[in-house]
């Protein structure tokens, strides 16, 4: 038998320093915050039931430290490794394209796919935002931080018209970013099929927009008057 | 028809070039498009200035050599259509028509609307072949092949490598190429030998070559006159992934007795 000829470039990249790898790295942990939105809204969406309901749930995650700070360390290595691999990407395609078009069209992508790196920074913006105004409670405009009563700090917090805009304006980027992010990290992973790829991507629409129907139901419905402090 | 021509001139690869108007009287509608861009070069030779410089070889749509942009669009963006077969009948009276080179760091432009794609050939130089013993041909059909897995590799080994996919990439990426040559090999057997090692090795190169990722946005497959789908580059993903994590290193002993 022959031996084969294909040999490895000198000074062979790692995994995680290709284009291919980084975005393999992207999908995992596109994943992983997908499957924290799912539960997130879940539980939050308890706010539609007696008050009880939610400071019950809220403790009761509180009193499972270890669930809770698993949760916690997996999600922020998560975010951090979906930021700083996205943030390497961006690099790459600021280099790649030194002179631009006078003229480009787009003839095939959606507006999901090409705004990826805007939808990206401005969930984060909310993200930190969200940190502060609901779990830390530092920045709380429309009436004092309790932790034990999550129920009201949500209800005064979307009481302020403001606040209530931005959520819903970064849960559409959300749903933007979701609709591309969901099927294309099967692409990313390997996964494409001439059937069940465009259902994948239909699956993903449906979902992205059901997420961010659910997570925007909340301030639209303590705006309304209809879930009110208690 | 009458035309309005704005077109990248550039002398050189050091000339930092820019958009030069041209009007282009008496284009007729038969012609194809590069004998338009001919009849403008004539006319300018004419008149003593340089002509417009621009790649093309058989002018048949199969040797990947033209290519640029038009208004914006790779090869003009007619489906499964190369410039070089594109007519003037696209056309109307007095359109304004804007022409500018494929815009890669990996494609550097040459002169005017010409690139350089050696980047592409440094690729496949890198893995995109199989290795063949020689000595005599074996016999042709000795070796079956699944009908489907041959339709694959021909709808893959279509890619003349002309470059619109790179060109119409948002992140000026190669992921469509480097996965057209993937499949075309990969689903037959004489290629699955090296399947892992090219994977890695093409990938690496592209990579080397200043390349940028692919994003899964599509504008590549749109751009594509020989119409190689999204689902190359799903490949690639797959062969690379796989590859990177059971790769291993040479045998330091193997043959040696
Ligand atoms: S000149 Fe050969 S493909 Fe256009």
New interface residues.
């Given amino acids: 038998m ?8 000198a000074g ?2 790692h ?1 995680w ?8 790295i992207m999908a995992i942990t596109g994943f992983i915050l997908f499957g924290f939105i799912v539960g997130h809204l879940l539980g939050n969406l308890q706010i539609f039931l007696p008050p009880e309901k939610i400071n019950h749930y809220s403790a009761t995650l509180k009193s499972l430290p270890a669930l809770l700070w698993g949760a916690r360390i997996t999600l922020l290595l998560a975010v951090g490794l979906h930021i700083w691999s996205s943030f390497q ?1 961006w690099l ?2 600021r ?16 507006y999901a ?2 705004t ?1 790196l805007w939808s990206g920074p401005i969930i984060l913006a909310f993200l930190i935002f969200h940190l502060l105004h609901f779990t830390f409670g530092t920045v709380h405009p429309g009436g004092p931080f309790d932790e034990h009563n999550v129920y009201n700090n949500v209800v005064t917090g979307f009481q302020v018209w403001p606040v209530s805009l931005f959520y819903i304006v970064a849960m559409i980027m959300l749903c933007y970013h979701l609709y ?1 992010g969901l ?2 990290m ?9 059937v069940y ?1 465009p259902w994948l991507q239909r699956f993903a629409k449906l979902v992205a927009i059901l997420i961010a129907a659910g997570n925007i139901s909340i301030p639209v419905a303590v705006l309304a008057g209809f879930i009110k402090p208690v | 028809m009458k035309l309005t021509l ?1 077109v ?1 001139r550039q002398k050189n690869a050091q000339d930092t070039g820019g ?1 030069v108007r041209y009007d282009v009287p008496n284009v007729n509608e038969h012609m194809s498009f590069l004998e338009m861009l001919d009849v403008l070069n004539e006319s300018l030779i004419e008149k003593g200035q340089d002509p417009i410089a621009f790649d093309h070889d058989c002018r048949e749509g199969i040797c990947g050599m033209c290519g640029m ?1 038009i ?3 790779a090869h003009g ?1 007619f489906p499964g259509t190369t410039v070089c077969q594109v007519h003037m009948r696209h056309f109307k009276d007095g359109d304004v028509i ?1 022409l ?1 080179p494929w ?4 494609f550097p432009v040459i002169k005017d609307l010409a690139v350089n794609r050696a980047s592409f050939d440094r690729i496949i130089a ?2 995109g ?1 199989i ?1 063949v ?1 020689t000595g005599s041909a074996p016999d042709g059909n000795a070796i079956p092949i699944r009908k489907q897995d041959a339709d694959l590799a021909m709808d893959a080994a279509a890619c003349i490598g002309c470059g619109a996919c790179v060109a ?1 990439c ?4 190669a992921a469509l190429f480097v996965g057209a040559k993937i499949s075309h090999l990969g689903h037959l057997p004489q290629g699955k ?2 399947r892992d ?2 994977a ?2 093409m ?6 070559e ?10 590549c ?3 594509c006159p020989k119409d190689i ?3 190359v ?10 590859a ?2 059971t790769e291993r290193p040479d045998s330091t002993s193997a ?1 040696a007795g």
């Avoid at chain 1, 022959?2 to 470039?9: G, N």
């Avoid at chain 1, 002179?99 to 787009?106: G, P, S």
Wanted: proline share 4%; hydrophobic share 40%.
């Fill in positions: 022959s031996a084969t000829a294909v040999s490895l470039p062979s990249l995994f320093q290709t284009t291919v790898g980084k975005k393999a990407l790459l395609q280099d790649a394209r030194p002179i631009k078009y006078v003229k480009k069209a787009n003839l095939n992508s959606t796919s090409r990826m591309h099927w294309s099967f692409q990313s992973l390997g996964f494409s099929h001439p790829t | 704005h990248w958009m942009m208004n914006g669009k963006g804007y500018e815009r890669a760091k990996a890198a893995g072949f290795s013993p119409a948002p992140n000026a990426a030998v090296e090692r090219r890695l090795a990938v690496q190169q592209m990579n080397i200043g390349f940028a990722n692919c994003t899964n946005i599509g504008e497959e749109a751009a789908k999204l689902e580059i799903a490949r690639t993903n797959r062969d690379y992934i796989k990177a994590f043959g």
